[in-house]
């Protein structure tokens, strides 16, 4: 089922047209860890300046959950390429059948419009120059899928979530949305 190939009428191997797998690039994920160390690199800048300040002002200690927020972003930047990184996704456009492997070797194989009960999409409060986190969480009858929003950068996986985009959602935000 994985990695259907089609061969055209010169006998070369083309890619199903069916089945795409859903991935990050490496050159799309080091734009994203680039803009976000920025904002990191901001926020230990601003921490730096804040304790200076206080020694003087302590005023200035209004600004601290900024700048450990911007720090944060970090952690939540980590969070989502381990969670990226540790799953192969595939998804069928004409049956709408996804199929996820992990690294452990666990593989769920399930229908988008049958399968699924409900539809979560947990986001942050804000985008950080311009990367916004978050992810889809799909309940199914014994577990939990996720699928970071790391994904939705890839311009080659709009198909899957254009159609996620369809269903009907219950949409949480969180200032650290961690998987």
Do not use: W
């Not at 994920?29 to 904002?39: C, D, G, H, M, W």
């Not at 804040?50 to 450990?68: G, Q």
């Not at 311009?155 to 200032?175: C, G, Q, R, S, W």
């Amino acid at each position: 089922m994985f990695g259907t190939q089609i061969r055209n009428n010169y006998g070369k191997i083309q890619p199903s047209l069916r089945i795409i797998e859903i991935t990050a690039p490496a050159n799309i994920l080091k734009a994203i860890v680039q803009k976000t160390l920025f904002s990191v690199f901001t926020g230990i800048l601003l921490l730096v300046i804040i304790l200076v300040l206080a020694t003087k002002f302590k005023i200035a200690l209004i600004m601290l959950p900024i700048s450990l927020y911007l720090i944060g972003q970090f952690l939540v930047l980590n969070n989502h390429i381990r969670h990226t990184r540790n799953q192969r996704i595939f998804y069928d456009k004409i049956n709408d059948d996804l199929t996820i492997e992990s690294l452990e070797g666990n593989r769920i194989v399930f229908n988008l419009i049958t399968d699924v009960k409900a539809y979560k999409e947990i986001k942050s409060v804000q985008k950080n120059n311009g990367i916004l986190f978050g992810y889809y969480e799909m309940i199914l009858a014994k577990q939990k899928i996720t699928i970071s929003y790391l994904l939705k950068e890839n311009a080659e996986n709009k198909t899957l979530f254009d159609k996620l985009a369809h269903f009907p959602t219950e949409v949480e935000t969180k200032l650290f949305p961690v998987i």
